[in-house]
């Protein structure tokens, strides 16, 4: 599994400029008012789910978006979803609970996770992740975002939370 240096050499090497902050961990996202107060742009909530046909699913939305996990599977074509187990997670994301990432995606070499952005996370520049562990938290512009995405072969499916509906 790639560690934090790892991350930070494959966006030195592919012209993703990032910006770190440590801090104590976090696991919610309640918390760390002053990480947020620290650095603009959007900070995110992240969803490791797995649907009830075995596919394992990635969201990354903004914090404060609301997300109806009983309804989303009809808007993105799975089966219905519910929270990953955590040695799935692990074993896709590299990642524990409280620091699930869209960073994490760089150890998912076998591509088992389907990854959805947040329209209005899409919208947000900067935005905001751990570096794969929650004691910090990195910040990238979103064509860096989309560079990132772009060098793992990873297209996400973009959905527009408020209106339910995939937008691209």
Known sequence: MKTRADLFAFFDAHGVDHK???????????????????????????????DAKGQLWLISALGETSIDLKKLH?????????????EMMLETLGVTPGSVTAFG????TEKRVRFV?????????????HPLKNDAT????????????????VEPMIVD??????VG
Do not use: C, W, Y
Request: neutral net charge; aromatic residues 8%; without cysteine.
């Open 117 to 129: 952005l947040d329209k209005a996370l899409a919208d947000s520049d900067p935005v905001n992740f």
């Open 74 to 86: 009809h808007v993105i074509g799975s089966g219905r979803l519910s929270f990953g187990p955590q």
């Open 20 to 50: 770190t902050l440590d801090h104590p961990p976090v696991f919610r996202v309640e918390e760390g008012l002053e990480i947020k107060a620290a650095m603009p742009g959007g900070h995110t909530k992240n969803l490791f789910l797995k």
């Open 138 to 153: 990195t910040a990238v512009s979103q064509a860096g975002l989309r560079k990132f995405l772009a060098a793992l072969g």
């Open 161 to 166: 939370f408020a209106a339910m509906q995939v």
């Open 105 to 108: 995606l760089i150890n998912d």
